[in-house]
Nanobody, 120 residues
Framework: QVQLLESGGGLVQAGDSLRLSCAAS????????MGWFRQAPGKEREFVGA????????YYADSVQDRFTISRDNAKNTAYLQMNTLKPEDTAIYYC?????????????WGQGTQVTVSS
């Protein structure tokens, strides 16, 4: 049904930057909140950040605060996660998700994930 497609992951060194993209088929895209989550090997999936449908409100996990920025381009039906000053502990599969509200993103649609690997 609804598809979310993440892209932009890769292998980088500590201190580098990456920009992840999430192309969404949900319509109208502008009314859906979008979120990013990640899961490292042997660990539970954790919240990274979220953005409201209008883009007016953003939320971040403490672990990425001041380093990551979530944004969206509603004209392109795409959400982004700009990751700066990457650390080895950021290594994980990053997932994009959507929901009617920020609080319900976890109950909505999920992408397949994109791998981010940060070497020291």
């Amino acid at each position: 049904q609804v598809q979310l497609l993440e892209s932009g992951g890769g292998l980088v060194q500590a201190g580098d930057s990456l920009r992840l993209s999430c192309a969404a088929s949900v319509r109208p895209f502008r009314i859906y909140a979008m979120g990013w989550f990640r899961q490292a090997p042997g660990k539970e999936r954790e919240f990274v950040g979220a953005i409201s449908g209008s883009g007016g409100n953003t939320y971040y996990a403490d672990s990425v605060q001041d380093r990551f920025t979530i944004s969206r381009d509603n004209a392109k039906n795409t959400a982004y996660l700009q990751m700066n000053t990457l650390k080895p502990e950021d290594t994980a599969i990053y997932y994009c998700a959507s929901g009617i509200t920020v609080a319900t993103i976890g109950d909505g649609y999920w992408g397949q994930g994109t791998q981010v690997t940060v070497s020291s």
